[in-house]
């Protein structure tokens, strides 16, 4: 069931508990993400990439997984999507600084083509067994809701498979409490056919300001 009211601060606060699995900080869970091998794609990949921005963000964006750029430089959301992302925040008037931007799943899954590495999208058991470190870092952030871009990053923080085209621009509930906005991956963006991509962006930045409420909270 869903609903488009504007998420408000939790007074239970014993819905969002502290990280679990000896996850203190994200300096621990960088270390734990960057051993664990609970499936094949750690052992590929140049490096773990965990979330990135202040804790105790109001806001948390969640996307599937780190590209090639984040697996190269172990930070979220810095390549061509991520630029498209920023760009799209700055329009909506959510300042990333202020924002926490994470990945459902914390390692690169590719496959060769030639010398490039091709982004391949994780499946069921990847996601899955990348759960943990995601509520983890949830329990670190403590955000007051979070914005799920794409599919799998919105089945992971729901817990069910999601429809991105039927339930974008809609505040969904996870059962911690939280409010989870559902929109696209700004990488579907890019594929969008250039003459239908600015008014698709347009689309992505009107979903964007709906997140922007939660900021203006105090």
Known sequence: MHTNTTPRPST?????????????????LRDATM???????GEFATQSVIGEGPLGAKLMLVGEQPGDQEDRQGQPFIGPAGQL?????????????????AN????????????????????????AACLHWLEDEIALVQPEALVALGARAASSLLGRAVAVMKERGQ??????????????????????LPDEREAAIGLFVQDLRKARRVLQHQ
């Not at 239970?12 to 621990?28: C, K, Q, R, V």
């Not at 509930?173 to 559902?182: E, H, I, N, P, T």
């Open 85 to 101: 992302l920023d760009h799209a925040l700055a329009e909506a008037g959510l300042p990333r600084e202020q924002l926490f931007v």
């Open 104 to 127: 459902a799943v914390k390692h690169f899954k590719f496959e060769m083509r030639g010398k490039r590495r091709i982004h391949k999208s994780p499946g069921q058991r990847e996601a």
């Open 35 to 41: 051993r664990c091998r609970a499936c094949p794609i």
């Open 171 to 192: 505040w969904l509930a996870r059962s911690d409490g939280r409010q989870v906005l559902v929109t696209l991956h700004p990488s579907a963006l890019l594929r969008v």
């Open 12 to 28: 239970t606060p014993s819905l969002f508990p502290l990280a679990e699995h000896g996850i203190d900080s994200l300096e621990t």
